[in-house]
C-alpha cells in the first residue's frame, strides 16, 4: 500500500528556512508520473494546498501565500517530494502534509478531494 511519509519540519525564526521531504513507498504508478502536493493546516483552520508538482520538467503550481518563498521538487530516483522554504514568516506555521494522486484526473490541482494519499504531517512553527 502506499505510504507518505514527512520529514524537515521544525521551528525557525521569521526569513528563516526550512526544507520538507516526503518520502513515498508502495506505489503501483511511477513516481515521475503522479501528481504531488504539499498542503498545510493551521490550527482552526481549513486545509490549504500550497504547492503542487506533476513531473520534472513541468511547471509547479503555487499558493499566492508563498510564490516566490517556496520551491517544489520531485526526485524520481529517490521517491522523494521536497518543498524549500524561504524567507519563512509566522503565518507559515501549520502542520504540512503531503499528498498524492495516482490519476492526475483533473490536472495539477491544490483542492484537498483530489488527492487519496496522504501523510501523517510535519509540524512548522515560525516566530
Known amino acids: 500500500h502506499v505510504q507518505l511519509v514527512e520529514s524537515g519540519g521544525g521551528s525557525v525564526q521569521s526569513g528563516g528556512s526550512l526544507r520538507l521531504s516526503c518520502a513515498a513507498s508502495?506505489?503501483?504508478?511511477?513516481?515521475?508520473?503522479?501528481?504531488m502536493a504539499w498542503f498545510r493546516q493551521a490550527p482552526g483552520e481549513e486545509r490549504e494546498g500550497v504547492a503542487a508538482?506533476?513531473?520534472?520538467?513541468?511547471?509547479?503550481i503555487y499558493a499566492d501565500s508563498v510564490k516566490g518563498r517556496f520551491t517544489i521538487s520531485k526526485d524520481n530516483n529517490k521517491y522523494t517530494l521536497y518543498l524549500q522554504m524561504d524567507n519563512l514568516k509566522p503565518d507559515d506555521t501549520a502542520m504540512y502534509y503531503c499528498?498524492?494522486?495516482?490519476?492526475?484526473?483533473?490536472?495539477?490541482?491544490?483542492?484537498?478531494?483530489?488527492?487519496?494519499?496522504w501523510g501523517q504531517g510535519t509540524q512548522v512553527t515560525v516566530s
Open positions: 499528498a498524492a494522486d495516482l490519476v492526475c484526473a483533473n490536472g495539477l490541482v491544490l483542492i484537498a478531494k483530489e488527492y487519496t494519499f
Open positions: 508502495g506505489l503501483s504508478t511511477a513516481f515521475n508520473s503522479i501528481c
Open positions: 508538482i506533476y513531473t520534472e520538467g513541468d511547471t509547479p
